[in-house]
Nanobody, 118 residues
Framework: VQLQASGGGLVQAGGSLRLSCAAP????????MSWYRQAPGKPRELVAQ???????NYADPVKDRVTISLDNAKNTVDLQMNSLKPEDTGVYYC?????????????WGQGTQVTVSS
């Protein structure tokens, strides 16, 4: 498994969680790294992305509540989530993606469950 997600759990609304995606440094360095989530019965959606150049993008529903960052010492991509809401519940997946020379690299982690109770 090249992408290993962890940090999910059960938290009350208003609480915080920090998710981590462990990956080889070469993957983190050469790909746009993202966190997606999938709620039951809904399609997978982008939560946050950090590009190869270090730019960050956030989905509107989580903007101002989440921060994506790289921990180069630990080789992880972290997602700090604050002020969690019940609608943040879902399985959170780490993704590494890049397009180079016409070849697409696209890898998913195994997912970590986040449950926010009201």
């Amino acid at each position: 498994v090249q992408l290993q997600a962890s940090g999910g759990g059960l938290v009350q609304a208003g609480g915080s969680l920090r998710l981590s995606c462990a990956a080889p440094a070469i993957i983190i360095r050469n790909n746009n790294m993202s966190w997606y989530r999938q709620a039951p019965g809904k399609p997978r959606e982008l939560v946050a992305q950090i590009t190869i150049g270090g730019n960050t993008n956030y989905a509107d529903p989580v903007k101002d509540r989440v921060t994506i960052s790289l921990d180069n010492a630990k080789n992880t991509v972290d997602l700090q989530m604050n002020s969690l809401k019940p609608e943040d519940t879902g399985v959170y997946y780490c993704n590494a993606r890049s397009l180079s020379g016409g070849a697409l690299y696209n890898r998913w982690g195994q997912g970590t469950q986040v449950t926010v109770s009201s």
